[in-house]
């Protein structure tokens, strides 16, 4: 099956690793798992990438 979530665990390659899934009436999967990422790494990546997006208005 297809998996367009990027954060889920049981995704690779856009397929999804398990042999059977639950979708729910939006036709969402029901059986996603989110990637837990650090607290520390995940502000170092917020004040990174924000201040990418800053620098592209600042030239």
Do not use: P, T, W
């Not at 029901?30 to 990438?49: A, F, G, I, P, T």
């Not at 997006?53 to 030239?59: A, G, V, W």
């Amino acid at each position: 099956m297809n998996c367009e979530y990027e954060f889920c665990i049981y995704n690779k390659d856009k397929k999804c690793r398990l042999d059977k899934i639950a979708v729910n009436h939006l036709g969402m999967c029901d059986d996603y798992c989110s990637v837990m990422l650090d607290k520390d790494y995940l502000d170092n990546e917020k004040e990174r990438q924000f201040g990418e997006y800053e620098n592209r208005f600042d030239d």
